[in-house]
C-alpha cells in the first residue's frame, strides 16, 4: 500500500517516461500527475500534507493509475480525462467539444493592476455594466468577468452549438442564467448593433502551419477553436473591424492573439495597441479603447 504522496511521485515517473506534452493547465509531469490524482479521488487541490501521507485504498490506487494510463495511451490533456479544468481557482466542466480555458485574459481580470481600485485601466469595476465575450468556449471567461464586475450582465457569443451547450451547463451550474446570455453565431452577428463597456476575447489564432505541428494533446481540441486562417490572425482582424461599433464611450476591449503580434502591428500601423503584461511575456494581449479603434478606421 502506498500513501498519495507517494502514489503521485510514482505517477509523475511514468508520465515523464513516457515524455507528453503539457500546457493545458499544468506545467510538468509532477504537477499533472498530482492534477489528475486529486481530481480522480475527488479530493482538492490544496490538499493537507496529512492527506498527502494517508495510505491509499486499492480502489483510489486502481483509479490513479487508470488515469495515468489512460493519459499515456490517448494523448488527452487531463481536463478532459477527468471532465474538469480551473482557471483563476474556479472549476469548469470541460469536455471535448470545447478548448482547455488557459486564456491570459482570466489572469488579467484577476490582475489588480488591470482591475480594482488604483488599477491602471479598469479602476472602477462597478462602472462595468455591458461585458461582451467573443469565442467564449466553455463560458470561462463570461463568467470570470461576472466576478470581476458586479453590476455588470455578459453576453457570450460562440460559432458552435456544442461549445455554447456546455457553456450553457457552467452558466447554470454557477446560477448566473440571469446575467450570462448565450449568443450563437459568427462573430458580431448575433448582436445587433447593440454596445459594450468592455470586450473580452480569446478567439482562434493558431497558424495553419502550427497547426500542422500540433502535438497529440493539442489535436483533441476542436479544431475550430484554435484555427485562426494562414497567419492565424483571421478573426482576430475581423474583430478589430468590428469593435468600435460594438463598444460604448469611452469602452475598452482585451483581446489574446497568441504570436501574431508582429501580423497584427504591420496589418494596422496606426492602431496604438498596448500590450499587457501576463505571465508568459507581455505580446501576447493587447488593450484598446474604442476612441483609439474609431480614430484608426
Ligand atoms: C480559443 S477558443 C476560446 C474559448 C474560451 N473563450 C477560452 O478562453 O477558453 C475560441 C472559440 O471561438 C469559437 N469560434 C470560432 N470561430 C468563431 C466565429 N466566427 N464566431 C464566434 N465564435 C467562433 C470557437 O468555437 C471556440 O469556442
Known sequence: ?????????????????????????????????????????????????RKLDKLLTAKQQARIDKLISARITTRKPAAYLVGRAYIQGIPFRIDERVIVPRSFIGELLFSDHVVGPGAAFISEPKTIRRVLDLCTGSGCLAILATLKFPDAKVDAVDLSDDALDLAKLNVTDK???????????????????????????NPPYVTASSMRRLPPEYRHEPRLALLGGADGMDLVKRILKGASNHLTPGGAMICEIGAG??????????????WLETAHGSDEVFWLTREQLSRSS
Open 175 to 201: 446560477k448566473l442564467g440571469r446575467r450570462v446570455k448565450l449568443h450563437q453565431g459568427d462573430l458580431f452577428a448575433p448582436l445587433k448593433g447593440k454596445k459594450y463597456d468592455l470586450i473580452i476575447t
Open 1 to 49: 500500500m502506498r500513501t498519495l504522496r507517494d502514489a503521485i511521485g510514482q505517477a509523475a515517473k511514468r508520465l515523464h517516461k513516457a515524455k507528453l506534452v503539457y500546457g493545458h493547465g499544468t506545467t510538468d509531469a509532477l504537477d499533472e500527475a498530482a492534477f489528475l490524482a486529486l481530481e480522480g479521488l475527488g479530493l482538492p487541490l490544496d490538499v493537507t500534507d
Open 261 to 274: 503580434r508582429k501580423t497584427l502591428e504591420r496589418a494596422f500601423p496606426t492602431l496604438p495597441f498596448f
